[in-house]
């Protein structure tokens, strides 16, 4: 009797056991490599989802990964901006930011949103540690003063980056940490602290970082090729392809794409936009031949450079 059951027992265990194994060559060729994932959409808002992410990003710690977290933090900020009775203006696809509103997208990002992220990787070990891009000057920002219909319009303070430098985030990466970077920039012309765009840091930072892979989280299943018409994803496009499709993207993922882009021509190996709203995407899309999304490459003749 005792040997039916453990036979039993061996078998129900058995799907596990082939999971990890169709696991191992991924496991194995990203072992010890830096995963830049940019947090963001529904999975910011849903409960479940945000466990779901802080569980897949430890999955990878644990599976000797480097993964480096950067969010925003756009409902959050709305919300708050709302309940001081300010209001949320856009141009050019990005926030206006008054000084007051500035003081405000600061709290949220790096009060509000950091600390919830950290919190919840924070129930499975001591692993992350939340900062901003203030910290030892990991951004640096300059005013950014968008051209709209040949007019220079001044949006306040919303920054475009200079420079970044990756001292601290090594260091925590070093001592087997998680870094959470809110995507906040201080000045080096004028001191005053700036906005930037969180799909625009987390490309910035994988290429500082020489990252293995830039994960962008959103709440679409990719690049589709043909939409409205068609809501076929383009699973796998080369930077020169993606640079022909840009002026026809939607604004809201304008800049999740060219950050694919930047992050691939500065040497990231892929760059990959994927459905936050599904559990556990990331680990689908690392460990898994399927790929839930849209994977940008270089150029085959660049030589995967």
């Known amino acids: 009797m005792s040997g039916a059951v453990g036979n039993a027992r061996k078998h129900t265990a058995l799907p596990k056991a082939e999971i990890l194994i169709e696991a191992l060559p991924w496991l194995t060729r990203h072992n010890g490599k830096v995963v830049v994932i940019k947090f963001g959409g529904n ?15 430890v999955f990878l710690r644990q599976a000797g990964l480097k993964p480096v977290v950067v969010h925003g933090g756009g409902p959050q900020i709305n919300a708050q901006l709302d309940r001081q009775g300010l209001v949320s203006e856009f141009k050019a696809g990005l926030r206006v930011t008054t000084p ?4 405000i997208v600061r709290m949220v990002l ?7 992220l950290v919190g919840l990787l924070n129930q499975h070990g001591p692993l992350a540690v939340g900062m901003t891009g203030e910290d030892a000057h ?3 920002a300059t ?3 968008p051209e709209i219909d040949g007019e220079l319009v001044d949006i306040g303070r919303v920054g475009e980056i200079t420079a970044i430098d990756t001292g601290a985030i090594e260091a925590l990466l070093a001592d087997g940490r998680i870094p959470v970077i809110s995507s906040i920039a201080r000045s080096a012309d004028d001191h005053h602290v700036y906005n930037v765009n969180a799909d625009t840091a987390a490309a910035a930072l994988a290429a500082a970082l020489g990252a293995e892979t830039l994960m962008v989280l959103t709440d679409v299943e990719g690049l589709y090729a043909d939409w409205p018409s068609s809501d076929e994803v383009i699973s796998r496009l ?10 026809e993207l939607s604004s809201g ?3 999740k794409m060219e950050g694919c882009l930047h992050a691939v021509r500065h040497g990231v190996t892929t760059a990959r936009v994927i459905d936050g709203r599904v559990q556990h995407s990331i680990l689908l899309e690392i460990f898994t031949d399927e790929g839930i999304g849209t994977m940008v490459v270089p150029d085959e003749q660049q030589g995967g450079a």
Do not use: N, W, Y
């Open 43 to 57: 999975a910011m808002i849903d409960e479940d989802l945000k466990a779901a992410f802080a569980q897949d990003v």
């Open 100 to 103: 007051e509103a500035m003081d």
């Open 110 to 116: 790096a009060g509000q949103v950091q600390r919830e």
């Open 138 to 140: 990991t951004i640096t």
């Open 143 to 145: 005013k950014h003063t």
């Open 238 to 247: 080369t930077v020169s392809e993606l640079e022909k499709l840009l002026p």
């Open 253 to 255: 993922m304008v800049p």
